[in-house]
């Protein structure tokens, strides 16, 4: 069994810059690991992917620029940098692995999620 914990939310002003870690327990398999986020009142979204080795990446277009996705398996983490943040921004953020599906994209292509972190970007 697989435990992801998402750390680093917190609450900035916009065009500040935040980082997100998703650290993994229980496995030594090297999954692919999604972000995605849910903002009040909308559906959860994909907002990027890296492939088990590192060598993969996605990005969903609002983010694409801003948001670099990483990994360190040595430390069995995952990393989100946002820079530039923007109002829009605003969710909760949830990293999820052990993908079974070919769209990167879809929640429900995911096994393990992690708790969720809060991400606020207010004036």
């Known amino acids: 069994q697989l435990q992801l914990v998402e750390s680093g939310g917190g609450t900035v002003q916009p065009g500040e810059s935040l980082r997100l870690s998703c650290t993994a327990s229980?496995?030594?398999?090297?999954?692919?690991v999604g972000w995605f986020r849910q903002a009040p009142g909308k559906e959860r979204e994909g907002v990027s992917y890296?492939?088990?080795?590192?060598?993969?990446?996605y990005f969903t277009d609002s983010v694409k620029g801003r948001f670099t996705i990483s990994r360190d398996n040595a430390k069995n983490t995952v990393y989100l940098q946002m820079s530039s943040l923007k109002l829009e921004d605003t969710a909760v953020y949830y990293c999820?692995?052990?993908?079974?599906?070919?769209?990167?994209?879809?929640?429900?292509?995911?096994?393990?999620w992690g708790q969720g972190t809060q991400v606020t970007v207010s004036s």
């Open positions: 999820a692995a052990g993908k079974y599906g070919s769209d990167w994209y879809l929640p429900s292509n995911y096994r393990y």
């Open positions: 229980g496995s030594n398999v090297y999954y692919g």
């Open positions: 890296i492939s088990g080795s590192g060598g993969t990446t």
